[in-house]
């Protein structure tokens, strides 16, 4: 019986050790969560608001076993199960388990296994899917310790709903990586800073006091400058400026990194820059089936900003391509101040050109749409400034240019080509010839040849045109959170199908579009008839009616789009010196800031852009704006037919 002991031993551990030996290369504890806890896995989110997302074992569900791991995002989110797995470096790993789904939206990153931190991820599900088995392979660095493995819906900058369960996770040490697979890198890139901190900040709310202060330290400097107690000694303002451009670019360098901004709007422009950037990136580009609303000449932007991201290799450290993504709008912030300086100087002396420039810098509304939501609409009113500037220089042809590239960026470009169609007639009137009307038709579409060209591989030439149709019909809201006359009767988020007094929103805003071109002609024409062959030009003026009166008059604006009317406003100062157009820029900086911070921060709160209709920032916002636009009107009739301002005239 002794002789048969010690066998009958090794036979019982031996028997005990079976399933523990078939795992014993798998690194994850709980990985079938049959404890029935969530025991070793932590809980992470983007957004953690009460009700977004539930996390839990489900007894009724499971892959193996009696258990399953489940997530349900009842709003969009980016939530995953988490847990840190102690791992060699320079060492191949594979990372698997087993997936069902529900309800996965399809246009966002579905149900995926990856480790935190980093970009990639295994194949993900989207829809409805029983039992799917997913992989990742990827590889440590050099004394890399661990990873945090993450069973994700969602990815960074792309948030989903529904519901997953996971089960069966394994994560395993290989000896080599099949070919044909792509091996990630299964750790966060090194760079100086920490990237570590993931998510990143969603909190603004610096920006409140920022703005008050702002508005205050504003009023005081004009102040000043009117009295002139406040005085730049000469040959001081040029250093004064670039300390003062330099300050602005460095702060939005620091927070561009800091704060992700609106996820769907980086989401976007990350992964068109990604693919715009890449072999054939811009060929494919609108084949590809990814979403893209935008019209080609930003595509242009972001594959210049991708192919140098790749080059120093920025796009896996988070912070280094937030930075990446936001420069093309924050180099236009600098140079859009730049320029005001150098129109201003043209008639004020230093300290006021000085101020007029830091007055846009340090304008919140124009730090937060660049740096803090990531948007591009500064990037849009650089070109149109470009444009205007070369309408007062008496370009026109070359104006054009610039025009159509503004339309080819944005498609709410259209709103100002009956500035250059008027400057044109009047053109045609004074010289009697058609020459500049032909030239510029001309360069307008050589200029919209050689952007679209390179995007048109094998397409009917109409595809531009269908891509325009399609993004106007993507968003036929009554007001999609602006501040305007169609938020001001309740109708945010309203289909712009539905009736107001006999007709549709839609057909109002389209009638008050025609009525603001209208306007801006009779301007145009009271200029012309009162100076005739001396009369100049009053761009500025008609730039600023255009830009305002659509937005507040006409349906489908979204509450970035008045945006252009605070450097056009300051422009029309500059050249007429009526404290009109002063007020009107300090009252759309007022307008598009709170409008900008309130639908930013809902986002960052709720995953939801939304203003209810009723909301009552909303309807003070709206009526603000109607209000601006009322004095914008006497205003502008005051500088061109009466030839009569109230002038504040910064020595
Ligand atoms: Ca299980």
């Not at 927070?255 to 609106?262: D, L, N």
């Not at 004095?631 to 502008?636: A, D, K, M, Q």
Request: glycine share 6%; hydrophobic share 50%; charged share 15%.
């Amino acid at each position: 019986m002794k002789k048969l002991l010690f066998p009958m031993i090794m036979l019982f551990v031996l028997l005990l050790n079976i399933p523990i030996l078939a795992d014993s290369n798998n690194l994850v504890q709980n990985f079938g969560f049959e404890q029935g806890s969530l025991d070793k896995w932590d809980r992470q989110a983007y957004t953690n608001t009460d009700g977004i997302t539930e996390f839990f074992i489900d007894d009724t569900v499971s892959h193996s076993g009696a258990k399953s791991a489940c997530i349900i995002n009842n709003s969009p989110n980016h939530s995953r199960f988490n847990q840190e797995i102690k791992v060699k470096g320079n060492s191949y790993y594979k990372l698997s388990c087993w997936v069902k789904t529900e309800n996965v939206g399809s246009d966002y990153t579905g149900a995926n296994i990856t480790v935190e931190g980093i970009l990639d991820i295994s194949e993900h599900i989207q829809g409805t899917n029983d039992w799917q088995y997913i992989e990742l392979y990827g590889s440590t660095k050099k004394n890399q310790k661990s990873f945090v493995l993450s069973l994700a819906l969602g990815s960074y900058g792309n948030v989903n709903t529904g519901k997953v369960w996971f089960d069966d996770v394994v994560v395993e040490k290989v000896d080599k990586v099949p070919s044909n697979v792509k091996v990630a890198k299964l750790y966060v890139e090194d760079t100086s800073t920490n990237t570590a901190k993931l998510p990143k900040s969603k909190n603004i709310s610096f920006m409140t006091p920022y703005s008050i202060l702002f508005f205050i330290v504003a009023i005081l400097l004009i102040v000043l400058a009117k009295k002139e107690i406040l005085k730049i000694k000469p040959g001081r303002e040029k250093i004064l400026l670039v300390i003062a451009l330099s300050i602005g670019l460095v702060v939005r360098l620091i927070y561009a990194a800091k704060v992700e901004g609106f996820s769907v709007d980086i989401g976007c422009f990350r992964a068109w820059s990604m693919a715009a950037s890449g072999i054939n990136g811009i060929s494919t580009f609108y084949t590809s089936g990814m979403f893209c609303d935008y019209p080609p000449f930003y595509i242009l932007v972001l594959a210049l900003v991708g192919g140098i991201s790749n080059l120093f290799n920025l796009t896996s450290n988070l912070g280094a391509h937030l930075i990446m993504i936001k420069l093309p709008a924050i180099i236009a912030d600098v140079v859009t101040a730049y320029l005001i300086y150098k129109l201003a100087v043209k008639k004020f002396n230093s300290s006021a050109s000085f101020i007029l420039s830091i007055l846009y810098i340090f304008n919140p509304a124009v730090f937060l749409n660049s740096t803090l939501w990531g948007q591009v609409d500064s990037f849009f009113t650089m070109i149109l400034l470009f444009g205007l500037i070369l309408i007062l220089e008496g370009k026109l042809t070359y104006a054009t240019i610039l025009f159509t590239i503004a339309v080819l960026m944005k498609p709410q470009g259209i709103i100002f080509l009956p500035v250059i169609g008027y400057e044109l007639i009047i053109d045609f009137i004074k010289t009697k010839k058609i020459k500049n009307i032909g030239l510029s038709a001309l360069y307008a579409i050589i200029t919209t040849a050689i952007i679209i060209i390179p995007f048109s591989a094998g397409r009917a030439p109409t595809w531009l045109i269908d891509l325009y149709i399609n993004t106007a019909e993507g968003y036929k809201y009554a007001s999609m959170n602006a501040y305007n006359l169609f938020s001001l009767f309740g109708a945010n988020a309203k289909e712009d199908s539905t009736t107001l007094f006999i007709f549709s929103y839609y057909a109002w805003g389209m009638f008050f579009i025609v009525l603001t071109s209208l306007f801006t002609g009779f301007l145009y024409f009271s200029n012309y008839l009162k100076h005739k062959q001396s009369a100049q030009s009053i761009a500025p003026i008609a730039m600023l009616v255009q830009m305002t009166g659509v937005f507040v008059l006409s349906t489908r604006m979204h509450e970035r789009y008045l945006f252009p009317s605070m450097a056009f406003a300051l422009l029309c100062y500059i050249f007429y010196k009526d404290i009109g157009y002063l007020l009107i820029f300090g009252g759309t900086s007022a307008t598009v800031f709170v409008n900008t911070y309130d639908v930013l921060v809902r986002m960052f709160l709720t995953e939801y852009p939304y203003i209810p209709a009723d909301d009552t920032l909303l309807f003070i916002g709206s009526l603000a704006n109607v209000i601006i636009l009322l004095f914008l009107c006497i205003v502008s009739i005051q500088t061109v037919v009466r030839n009569k301002t109230i002038p504040l005239d910064l020595k």
